[in-house]
């Protein structure tokens, strides 16, 4: 009967710990903004970043605490890093709620550099028509704008927007708002180059700014699928972090046996 029940149990966990082990894989930037308070912020992925926090708030997030931003000014800034240069598959997601609607282009996170009239980079955010906009790297120069107008987010509520962009020469983009896809659309471009970026910038990039709160800061170099979207968005620090790669399931099962 015990053995029984330890088997069940398996069965019940065996799903989590595999979809926990993997969320991981590739995580490249993941900044809970858990803090609550001072000038930093600590990168929880295997990159060990870490950000500055200029001028933005410390408040309740969708899961712990988050930064609120006004202005351009406030802002996060994570210096530059190789594990930024992504040239392959790209996800980006984040928890992200609206004081206001913004009146021009607003970031919630991405990285940039000018330079010989390219801008290399990626980013998202909103448009100033209000819709959802991802920019990457376009072929000759510039960037190339993905943009989702038949999606409207309401101000004064929570989403968790992500983004996924593949490594061909279509590159193509969807875009994801609570778990579910809302637009596609081939960039007609890799996401190289990209060797030439600047820092990560959080609730700003290139003084457009973000009229609200930033929650959950994730980056992976590979694209996830759409049950490892909805996964992440319902997982805060603690759980999306529980289930190390390595070991833990030998460490689970011998837990259970002794029980």
Request: charged letters at 20%; a negative charge; glycine letters at 12%.
């Amino acid at each position: 009967m015990k053995h029984m029940a330890i088997i069940l149990t398996l069965i019940l966990i065996l799903p989590f710990l595999t979809q926990a082990a993997e969320i991981t894989d590739g995580l490249v930037l993941y900044m809970p903004l858990d803090e609550g308070s001072g000038n930093t912020t600590e990168d929880k992925s295997k990159t060990n970043a870490e950000g500055e926090v200029k001028g933005a708030k410390w408040v309740d997030g969708k899961f712990g605490k988050a930064l609120q931003f006004k202005s351009s000014a406030e802002h996060v800034l994570v210096p530059d890093n190789k594990a930024f240069h992504l040239e392959g598959e790209i996800t980006q997601a984040a928890w992200v709620w609206l004081e206001r609607l913004p009146s021009a282009h607003a970031i919630v996170f991405g990285t940039r550099e000018g330079g010989g009239g390219r801008n290399i980079g990626f980013g998202y955010g909103m448009n100033p028509g209000n819709g959802i906009k991802v920019w990457t790297n376009g072929k000759g120069g510039g960037f190339k704008d993905i943009n989702d107008n038949k999606t409207r987010l309401k101000t004064k509520q929570w989403y968790y927007l992500a983004y996924t962009h593949t490594d061909d020469d279509n590159g193509m983009v969807k875009i994801y708002v609570d778990g579910q896809v809302t637009h596609e659309q081939e960039s007609n471009n890799p996401v190289l180059p990209a060797g030439a970026t600047g820092a990560v910038q959080i609730g700003t990039w290139g003084g457009e700014a973000w009229p609200g709160i930033v929650d959950e800061v994730r980056m992976w170099d590979r694209i996830l699928s759409a049950d490892e979207i909805e996964f992440s968005m319902e997982t805060g620090e603690k759980q999306f972090l529980a289930v190390q790669p390595a070991g833990k399931l030998a460490t689970t099962w011998s837990q259970l046996k002794t029980q």
